[in-house]
């Protein structure tokens, strides 16, 4: 192999090096944004889920009170 052929080699080589570590360092990048969205995404499921049994608890509370307090007028 010629010495030029080697350099022209070499340099291709290293652009396509830095290539892939750019590539990956985006990809990872791109991973940590997916994995932080699903994470916000399930906390606020998680939040409404909490919210809703909540309400739930709160309406059989407030129904209960009704029904005693008509048994109480009985």
């Given at each position: 192999?010629?010495?030029?052929?080697?350099?022209?080699?070499?340099?291709?080589?290293?652009?396509?090096?830095?290539?892939?570590?750019?590539?990956?360092?985006?990809?990872?990048?791109?991973?940590?944004?997916?994995?932080?969205?699903?994470?916000?995404?399930?906390?606020?499921?998680?939040?409404a889920a909490r919210d809703e049994a909540k309400?739930?608890?709160?309406?059989?509370?407030?129904?209960?009170?009704?029904?005693?307090?008509?048994?109480?007028?009985?």
């Amino acid at each position: 192999m010629a010495a030029g052929s080697q350099s022209d080699e070499l340099h291709s080589l290293q652009t396509e090096s830095r290539h892939l570590k750019e590539m990956v360092g985006a990809l990872r990048e791109e991973l940590e944004r997916r994995q932080i969205a699903h994470e916000e995404k399930y906390q606020a499921i998680e939040q409404a889920a909490r919210d809703e049994a909540k309400q739930l608890h709160e309406m059989i509370r407030a129904l209960r009170g009704r029904l005693e307090g008509q048994d109480e007028k009985r």
